[in-house]
């Protein structure tokens, strides 16, 4: 009787919306929120890049940025 409960939910197919191919990605609106992320994303660029010129621009004139590379 158990053998066949089991088979019987295991035979059972859950209806499901179909996923929709290439909306990986979050819209581009640039609201308040995702404004705050715009000097962040640009110093992991500048990170990326290695461009220390790129990174201070992103801090306030009397501070500095201190990156740190770990070598293995």
């Given at each position: 009787?158990?053998?066949?409960?089991?088979?019987?939910?295991?035979?059972?197919?859950?209806?499901?919306?179909?996923?929709?191919?290439?909306?990986?990605?979050?819209?581009a609106?640039?609201?308040?929120?995702?404004?705050?992320?715009?000097?962040?994303?640009?110093?992991?660029?500048?990170?990326?890049?290695?461009?220390?010129?790129?990174?201070?621009?992103?801090?306030?004139?009397?501070?500095g940025?201190?990156?740190?590379?770990?070598?293995?």
């Amino acid at each position: 009787m158990i053998l066949l409960s089991f088979l019987l939910a295991a035979g059972q197919v859950t209806p499901v919306q179909p996923i929709v191919k290439g909306t990986g990605l979050p819209p581009a609106v640039v609201t308040e929120e995702t404004g705050v992320m715009v000097p962040i994303d640009a110093m992991f660029a500048a990170l990326a890049t290695r461009d220390g010129q790129a990174l201070l621009a992103q801090v306030r004139p009397e501070g500095g940025a201190t990156a740190v590379e770990e070598m293995a």
